[in-house]
């Protein structure tokens, strides 16, 4: 297939975000315009070791008339902004991920009447919509399985008036029914907090990660 060689150069300033090949602005010209890549070759920038110029790539035929220098450099706000929304969802996920795996602590209030120390420490936080690992589906695959058994008067597993869930280290813990709706109701609103929060950050909205500590009464 004959191709044609992209025949300008692009200077452009050191400081214009991330927009430092013509391969990028290619790209997203070809996407803007649903043709597809099959036809276009990147390459690198060129003369090495300039940072803000590029060398000359492959244009095929195919897709259509070359674009302009000045088409591509119209681009570069839209790829910037493309370029801080990534950057944003990939640390706003980090931090989430972060705060996953720090689990929910549970501390009991002075003057709680259902906490008690019994079921003090950190848990593996349930998680329905995003799930890091593994350990985070099985959780929520726990708690929604005994907050159904309770909804369907088959009680706690074991049938006794209390059970033992573990923490994150292994060790059980002792609930009675109050407590674990307590724990069950705390771990439903945090992990809601969390993945709000998660989903408003991506989208470019301002939000803040909930405390990991939850103080039950």
């Known amino acids: 297939m004959k191709k044609l060689a992209l025949t300008f150069l692009i200077t452009l300033s050191p400081s214009i975000l991330h927009a430092q090949s013509v391969n990028d602005l290619v790209l997203l010209f070809l996407s803007q315009n649903n043709i ?3 036809d276009y070759q990147t390459c690198d920038p060129s003369p090495t070791p300039v940072i803000s110029t ?3 790539c492959s244009w095929g035929t195919d897709l259509g008339p070359q674009p302009t220098s000045s088409q591509l450099l119209s ?3 839209t790829f910037q902004s493309q370029q801080t929304s990534a950057i944003n969802s990939t640390s706003a996920q980090l931090a989430y991920n972060s705060q996953i795996s720090q689990g929910l602590t549970i501390t009991c209030a002075s003057n709680s009447s259902i906490c008690t120390p019994a079921i003090t420490g950190t848990y593996t ?3 329905t919509f995003q799930r890091p690992n593994i350990d985070n589906a099985s959780a929520q695959t726990n ?3 005994i907050e ?3 909804a369907a008067g088959r009680g706690f597993p074991g049938g006794g008036t209390t059970f033992n869930y573990f923490d994150m280290s292994g060790a059980p813990h002792t609930f009675t029914m109050s407590a674990w709706a307590e724990f069950a109701t705390a771990m439903y609103n945090y992990s809601y907090s969390l993945q709000s929060a998660l989903i408003t950050l991506q989208h470019g909205g301002s939000a ?3 405390s990991s500590t939850v103080q039950l009464q």
């Open 75 to 77: 681009l570069i706000p």
């Open 208 to 210: 803040t990660f909930p």
């Open 143 to 145: 708690i929604t399985a």
């Open 125 to 127: 936080v349930a998680t």
């Open 54 to 56: 590029d060398g000359i």
């Open 148 to 150: 159904a058994a309770i």
């Open 36 to 38: 597809t890549f099959k």
